[in-house]
Structures are given as structure tokens and as C-alpha cells.
């Protein structure tokens, strides 16, 4: 990301970081497929790029995992920034949803904030196609469960209405907490960051879940971290 706010592709195998604008940051993004009895769970889509011949990033890395776009069954969403929230609809023809077989589960305050705010956190002509689809379910509540399995609850840590996610199984607890938990560090470290809408209270909820993950052994996900996208915290 350079300093017009504008995220571009950047290949860490090909490329050199010293050679994009001043200001520019290296951003890590990766969306989670999470696999249960009943579902096939997207949570969070993206950028929503799409590579040279058209073909969406996320189609492609959800094919390397060996599962078809037409598979996912629920996608869930923490938030609607663009980092997040680029792949709800199709590179190439936004009135379209990427997932055509999947339920959208989105926060309706989360998405109206998003349409009237608009740029440069949000791009509201991505998340167009939800308006009108019979495929999203709204939430309205501040918490609550989904078939039974899945629990969410809105934090107002990262953003005004981030929400974040259980998945409960009998193998065990999945923790999604999108940016209010978006990397590893963050989660051993207190800090107050100030790209957060309450950063006190990201610092305080992250502490607070790390420790709860550590006696229930929850499995962690973190969005923005590839070094260790995926941790349990019974492995310390």
C-alpha cells in the first residue's frame, strides 16, 4: 500500500520493496478456508484480484487447496474494509458474487457504514452485489450463533462494528479475529494501536482472548500474518 491508500500487487519473490513509492508498506492478507462437518467457511475474501487472464487471486489459491469457488457453503465477514471485503463480488463484473453456493453472513450497520463512508477504507462499489442477492443473510444483533456452531460478536475494537468469530467443533475451538487480532505479536505484546477505532480496547480483548484460547486451547487464525497464519496455543 502506497500513500494514495491504494493496495497493489507485490511479489516478495520477484520484486523489491525499495522500488515502490516512499511510504509505501508491505501489507500480508490472506483470507481462511475453515472445513467442518457441515460447511466449507470462507472467512473474509480479500483483495478480490485478479491475475492477467481474469482469474480471480482467491479462485485460484481456493483451487490449489483443492476446493471449487461453487463449494464454499458460508462466508463470513469481520468487517467490510477493502482488504477485506475485495473479493465478496468478481474482479471483473461486480454485480456478481465471487461464491454463487455460498451464504454471506454480514452486518447490516457494518455494510451501511461502509456504503456512506465509502473510500479509502471502504469501496462501496464492490460490496453493490450484496444489495440485492438472496444469498446474504443480515445480522442485526451484537451477538449471536449461526446453525448452532458458529458464535460472533461485534467488538467495536478495529472498527465501529468488527465483529469476530467461534467455531466451535468437537475437535475443538477456531478463533477468528480479523484485524482486532490480526497477527501473532500482537496477541503477546500490549500495545494500543493507532490504526484501531478503540485501541485500548483491542489491546484489552486481545489479552483477554489469549488467555481464555490458552485454557480452552483454542486454534488461532490471523489474517495478517504469513509467518504464522495458523497457532495453537497448547503448542507454547
Known amino acids: 500500500m502506497d500513500n494514495t491508500k491504494q493496495f497493489v500487487p507485490f511479489d516478495q519473490q520477484t520484486e523489491n520493496l525499495q522500488s515502490r513509492p516512499g511510504g509505501s508498506l508491505l501489507v500480508e492478507i490472506q483470507p481462511f478456508v475453515v ?78 457504514l461502509a456504503v456512506k463512508k465509502g473510500f479509502p477504507s471502504f469501496i462501496p462499489g464492490e460490496l453493490h452485489a450484496l444489495s440485492d442477492s438472496n444469498k446474504v443473510v443480515w445480522l442485526h444483533d451484537d451477538e449471536g450463533s449461526i446453525d448452532g456452531y458458529i458464535h460472533y460478536k461485534v467488538t467495536g475494537a478495529h472498527s465501529p462494528l468488527h465483529q469476530v468469530f467461534w467455531l466451535k467443533d468437537p475437535e475443538g475451538i477456531v478463533f477468528f479475529g480479523g484485524d482486532d487480532a490480526p497477527q501473532l505479536h500482537q496477541m503477546k505484546h500490549r500495545f494500543v494501536a493507532k490504526y484501531d477505532y478503540d485501541g485500548k480496547k483491542a489491546m484489552e480483548l486481545r489479552k483477554e482472548w489469549w488467555l481464555e484460547g490458552e485454557k480452552e486451547k483454542w486454534t488461532f487464525l490471523f489474517y495478517h500474518d504469513i509467518k504464522t497464519p495458523v497457532y495453537k496455543k497448547a503448542e507454547d
Not at 460447511?39 to 479462485?59: A, E, N, P, R
Open 35 to 112: 472445513i467442518t462437518t457441515n460447511d466449507i467457511l470462507l472467512l473474509d475474501t480479500g483483495l478480490g484480484f485478479s491475475d492477467k487472464d481474469g482469474k480471480m487471486q482467491l479462485h485460484k489459491n481456493l483451487a490449489k487447496a483443492g476446493i471449487e469457488p461453487s463449494a464454499v457453503t458460508k462466508v463470513l465477514m469481520s468487517h467490510l474494509h477493502k482488504d477485506h471485503a475485495g473479493g465478496i463480488s468478481l474482479d471483473n463484473d461486480r454485480k456478481q458474487l465471487s461464491l454463487p453456493g455460498a451464504t454471506y453472513y454480514i452486518q447490516q450497520r457494518e455494510f451501511d
